[in-house]
């Protein structure tokens, strides 16, 4: 049996801890991309259900779970070098990385909202879900504005 030696053994796992970081960029705007359509799609569920005459309370518990979750995993999907930059398409604006205690704060809002709502939604309490929906979303919009590029349509 052949033992690696200590240069080896450092280059090899040397290797290994670099091959997720040069990929890093362009994974983690992937993931945060999906991350968010997701959190969008569990909104639109909250809103089509409280646009209705009889809202399905279990569907805004599962969609307020879902969008809780995805606050939380939202903390660490702006690592520094996820920017924009040339190969990399995101709507993340600059300010992202250059106002970073702004921005955490503003993450950080989502997140107290996001568990609020949650909360909210686990009573079944339908004119209390309207208003904590509306928080919600004004929560999103605020993050939305300084943080995020506009789509042109």
């Known amino acids: 049996m052949r033992t690696l030696r200590p240069r080896a053994l450092v280059a090899a796992l040397a290797a290994l801890v670099a091959a997720p970081l040069i990929a890093a960029p362009a994974d983690i705007v992937a993931t945060r991309v999906a991350g968010f359509r997701e959190v969008g799609a569990a909104f639109k569920n909250i809103n089509d259900e409280l646009k209705s005459s009889t809202p399905q309370v279990y569907v805004i518990q599962i969609s307020a779970r879902q969008i809780r979750d995805y606050a939380r995993q939202q903390q660490g999907w702006f690592p520094a070098g996820s920017g924009p930059k040339p190969g990399v398409k995101t709507a993340a604006k600059p ?19 996001a568990n609020a709502f949650a909360t909210v939604a686990a009573t079944g309490d339908a004119a209390k879900i309207r208003v904590a929906a509306k928080t919600l979303g004004q929560s999103c919009a605020t993050c939305h504005r300084s943080f995020r590029v506009e789509e042109r349509r």
């Open 95 to 113: 300010e992202i990385w250059s106002q970073a205690a702004t921005f955490k704060k503003a993450q950080d809002g989502f997140t107290a909202q």
